[in-house]
């Protein structure tokens, strides 16, 4: 499965940007597909993920009310619409994919796309 990230940019707090997430390859196989970030000095962190049985949606206490994930059916498009930006959301954000239900765990995502960078400034 190769994915690719874009639509990432420079916004001001409070704005809205949305992230894409194009995937080729084996998706049937697919479980879940979801978003990391990572801030400069900081670790990869989960932000969301879309497990493909059921389209239920998961978050990070830190995004939740701010951010939607969804998808298409045929797992070849994955969005992040991000609202009410904060500075502390500027990181590289990485489109990933696996084929285990536990979509909170780095661990379950064995394919990673190369990060779209996001930098929202106060």
């Known amino acids: 499965v190769q994915l690719q990230a874009f639509g990432g940019g420079l916004v001001q707090a409070g704005g809205s940007l949305r992230l894409s997430c194009a995937a080729a390859g084996r998706t049937y196989g697919l479980y879940a597909t979801g978003w990391y970030r990572q801030a400069p000095g900081k670790e990869r962190e989960f932000v969301a993920a879309?497990?493909?049985?059921?389209?239920?949606?998961y978050y990070a206490d830190s995004v939740k009310g701010r951010f939607t994930i969804s998808g298409d059916s045929a797992k070849t498009m994955v969005y992040l619409q991000m609202s009410g930006l904060k500075p502390e959301d500027t990181a590289v954000y990485y489109c990933?994919?696996?084929?285990?239900?536990?979509?909170?765990?780095?661990?379950?995502?064995?394919?990673w796309g190369q990060g779209t960078e996001v930098t929202v400034s106060s």
């Open positions: 879309i497990s493909w049985s059921d389209y239920n949606t």
């Open positions: 990933t994919a696996g084929h285990n239900a536990r979509v909170h765990l780095i661990s379950s995502y064995p394919y």
